[in-house]
């Protein structure tokens, strides 16, 4: 398979990711995985059983341009063929166990009043309002 990746150093804090040409992902058609540094190439590695609905020519095209750009940044890739990086993920854990997962951590966080800005907003409200609450009452 021939790669279709290209340097793109415009890139920056600023850029958006649909500003990126697709000529930087691993996965073009897709435009999944950007890789505009040495870290987003190591990160397209450990991710790579990770991206969905994707076709075995796909995932060869995306090794391919991991390679070139892994390369092109002087990142070492031990892995010779994209099916040693695998296409399914390899936490031994079911999608029922994944979602289960989820479901708790989104729980957790709903109960602490974290992850969400429009919730730490109600909690200061909540807080201002006791407060308020408390003053009027000792006056």
Same mark, same amino acid.
């Given at each position: 398979?021939?790669?279709?990746?290209? !340097?793109?150093?415009?890139?920056? =804090?600023?850029?958006?990711?649909?500003?990126?040409? +697709?000529? *930087? &992902?691993?996965? !073009?058609?897709?435009?999944?995985?950007?890789?505009?540094?040495?870290?987003? *190439?190591?990160?397209?590695?450990?991710? &790579?059983?990770?991206?969905?609905? *994707?076709?075995?020519?796909?995932?060869?095209?995306? &090794?391919?341009?991991?390679?070139?750009? @892994?390369?092109?940044?002087? *990142?070492?890739?031990?892995? +010779?063929?994209?099916?040693?990086?695998?296409?399914? !993920?390899?936490?031994?854990?079911?999608?029922?166990?994944?979602? +289960?997962?989820? =479901?708790?951590?989104? @729980?957790?966080?709903?109960?602490?009043?974290?992850?969400? =800005?429009?919730?730490? @907003?109600?909690?200061?409200? @909540?807080?201002?309002?006791?407060?308020?609450?408390?003053?009027?009452?000792?006056?």
């Amino acid at each position: 398979m021939r790669a279709t990746w290209k !340097p793109h150093d415009k890139a920056g =804090k600023l850029t958006e990711r649909g500003d990126l040409p +697709s000529s *930087v &992902f691993a996965y !073009p058609k897709e435009r999944k995985e950007p890789m505009t540094n040495a870290s987003h *190439v190591r990160n397209a590695v450990a991710r &790579f059983d990770q991206v969905r609905e *994707v076709s075995d020519d796909e995932r060869a095209l995306a &090794f391919a341009n991991i390679k070139k750009a @892994a390369k092109y940044y002087g *990142v070492e890739i031990s892995e +010779s063929a994209w099916t040693d990086l695998g296409s399914e !993920p390899s936490t031994g854990r079911t999608t029922a166990q994944r979602k +289960s997962s989820a =479901k708790k951590a989104a @729980a957790t966080r709903s109960a602490r009043g974290t992850g969400h =800005k429009k919730t730490a @907003a109600r909690k200061r409200g @909540a807080k201002r309002a006791a407060t308020t609450r408390a003053k009027k009452k000792a006056a």
